[in-house]
């Protein structure tokens, strides 16, 4: 009998909180219609990398998300940390549903 592999835990959901001038943007705007202004503008992304490193490589322009490369102020730990890490398949479901869930909670969020 064959033993099931374990999956491996290589990758991270990550949110960067962006400066309130994204807001600015049509595209943010449009795609967040419900966001309570007192609540910040996020970013939500997956990687396989750490997510200091990844947000590093946003603010250099490598493979970057726009609006994190020019607007990225920090990462917010606080939101993230608790499911990290996870295999790659757990990363991309959980990058959506955190996503969802912080705009649910009135967040304004991009998530590419």
Known sequence: MAT????RLTHHVY??????RVWNEARFRAANPLH????ACLYVGM???DPQTRFARHKAGIRANRFVRDYG?????DLYEVFNPMPYGGACDMEVE????LREEGYAVWQA
């Open 4 to 7: 099931k592999r374990k999956p």
């Open 15 to 20: 949110v960067v909180e962006l400066d309130m």
């Open 36 to 39: 309570d202004p007192l609540k």
């Open 47 to 49: 990687t396989g990398l």
């Open 73 to 77: 102020v920090r990462l917010r730990p």
């Open 98 to 101: 955190l996503a969802i869930a």
